[in-house]
């Protein structure tokens, strides 16, 4: 079943709003009908420049109407009007919602609710036909970005409007998913904003908003893919950028959700059946821990999030654990990553990650042995080998056993390990027990180092020996200079600033690394994007036979 992003029950409006009356469907407009021709550029701008908000609405529902989109009101000449030119129609929204936003305090009285239940309705029927423009309407990113930035200043007087606010926010958290970048931006600035207006329902809709952000994030991470990646990296922003509003209500959030996460987590390992598996083995699910790890080392203070940080990492080790398949490593290439990245946005606090990559570095199905180049035993690629998909390992949990046993597989398994680990080594370079505390790992990178003949493996393992063992002497010999103790804490934070501040070996190979590794990434995107147009071209291109051919 499908998570709704907004339930029924939560952000009503009941208690906040009176009942009003307003148009009923298939209601008769008794009034007289001024101009039933064509909408001209000449008529918009008069009832735009004047003041009759009901003269304003009728041409802004026949717009939304013109360009076929559904409204639930009632159908009346003044609102089903033809425009003289169909530029004008998209035209007529755009001056029409930033008109009636700037209007928007006059028809308020000081203590923040309408003058009067004309303007009442009217507004009302303005954001109805609004959000069905905006639902409908997404294939014209310009407009629709429009229409969202439009609804602003609405926002302090939508729980004045029975159902409205609900409405506004569910569509809203739905077109923060949209494939278009500048629709997702403008449809959370529109959450954000509700989510943190300063009414009286300021509680019921912000708890609302940080549920529907991540429900919509989590609904996203079904499948993880080049595709929906800029998506889901806009979503995890979106949570961080939002629970920073209210620490209060993001803790709160974020302790139940993480504790959800590890009854999943528990079930499993009590009971490895087929659901309690199933339940913690999938993208929503990593997607989901990836979110809350990237939060709370965000906000990484005790004062803050920073107690939430050991749960999440327990989450992760235990999720590692479970897992220990070999076949299963690329998800532990992903949970490692996480990992890595709240250590360097929580002040360098350490996750013992080494003793898990090492794991990996030392497991005997990973051997290289009979590896060369990538290839089998330095032989050119069988058939069978050939017909094997290839391994992406950014967007791959599982591998399948004709994949395990590939060269290539194991290549990039080995080298995005090294990566990770030299990640991990960069991130605590800057500690004064770093040669203590990581000389195991250096050790055993030195006994790897003897076994592994493919070239690129090999050339990978010296550069790491060689700038551990760097760093690991630079810090030694500074250390000698000090004349400080251990329990001297405010001496040795003193000490790890300046290490910092100055660099080292292992700290600039990781930067090296890592525009290497973007740089990848980018031209993949490029790629895609450019495959993607030509088979859009072709497309267009591509002739039907107009005779049915026997």
Not at 221 to 247: Q, R, W
Not at 329 to 341: A, D, S
Not at 498 to 519: F, Q, T
């Amino acid at each position: 079943d499908e998570m709704e992003l907004v339930d029924d029950e939560d952000g009503s409006d009941a208690e906040t709003e009176d009942d009003e009356d307003v148009l009923e469907e298939g209601a008769e407009d008794e009034r007289p009908k001024e101009r039933l021709g064509r909408v001209t550029d000449a008529e918009i701008d008069e009832v735009v420049q004047g003041k009759k908000v009901e003269a304003i609405m009728n041409i802004f529902v026949s717009a939304v109407r013109e360009l076929g989109y559904n409204i639930k009101e009632a159908v009346t000449p003044q609102s089903t009007r033809k425009f003289d030119d169909p530029a004008l129609v998209k035209n007529a929204l755009r001056k029409i919602s930033r008109r009636l936003g700037e209007s928007l305090p006059s028809l308020l009285n000081k203590s923040g609710s309408f003058k009067n239940t004309t303007s009442k309705i009217q507004i009302r029927r303005f954001l109805t036909a609004l959000v069905s423009a905006v639902t409908e309407g997404s294939n014209d990113a310009v407009l629709v970005s429009t229409l969202l930035q439009s609804l602003s200043p609405f926002v302090p007087v939508l729980h004045i409007l029975k159902g409205v606010t609900k409405t506004v926010l569910k569509t809203a958290l739905h077109l923060c998913t949209s494939g278009n970048e500048v629709i997702r931006l403008a449809a959370y600035g529109v959450v954000r904003a509700i989510a943190t207006r300063a009414a009286g329902t300021r509680t019921m809709y912000q708890s609302t908003s940080f549920k529907g952000v991540f429900l919509a994030l989590v609904r996203t991470a079904h499948h993880y893919n080049i595709h929906n990646l800029p998506i889901l990296g806009f979503l995890m922003s979106c949570v961080v950028d939002l629970y920073a509003t209210d620490m209060e209500a993001a803790y709160q959030h974020t302790f139940v959700y993480t504790r959800q996460l590890a009854i999943y987590l528990r079930a499993a390992l009590q009971q490895q059946s087929q659901a309690n598996v199933r339940a913690v083995f999938n993208w929503q699910y990593l997607q989901a821990l990836r979110t809350w790890g990237l939060v709370v080392s965000s906000f990484p203070s005790p004062a803050q999030l920073g107690p939430l940080i050991h749960p999440v990492v327990q989450v992760a080790l235990g999720l590692m654990d479970l897992f220990a398949s070999p076949r299963m490593f690329p998800m532990h290439l992903h949970v490692i990553e996480m990992l890595n990245h709240i250590t360097s946005r929580a002040n360098g606090v350490y996750i013992p990650v080494s003793s898990y990559i090492l794991r990996i570095l030392t497991s005997p199905s990973l051997t290289l042995e009979n590896v060369k180049d990538g290839f089998s035993g330095g032989k050119k690629r069988t058939r069978d080998e050939g017909s094997v998909d290839k391994v992406d390992l950014q967007f791959t949990m599982r591998v399948k056993k004709a994949q395990f046993r590939t060269g290539d597989y194991k290549i990039m398994v080995w080298k995005e390990t090294l990566y990770l680990l030299t990640e991990h080594l960069a991130s605590h370079s800057v500690s004064i027990g770093f040669p203590e505390a990581f000389w195991p790992v250096a050790s055993t990178l030195r006994k790897l180092k003897k076994d592994v003949k493919v070239p690129r493996i090999h050339s990978q393992l010296s550069t790491i020996v060689k700038h551990f063992e760097s760093t690991a002497q630079a810090i030694q010999t500074k250390r000698n200079n000090v004349n400080f103790g251990p329990c001297d804490m405010m001496a040795v934070k003193s000490f790890e600033d300046n290490l910092k501040s100055e660099g080292n070996p292992l700290v600039h190979y990781h930067a090296s690394l890592r525009r290497d590794r973007m740089s990848d990434f980018a031209a993949k995107q490029q790629s895609l994007q450019e495959r993607v147009t030509l088979e859009a071209v072709s497309y267009t291109h591509l002739t039907l036979p107009t005779k049915r051919i026997v």
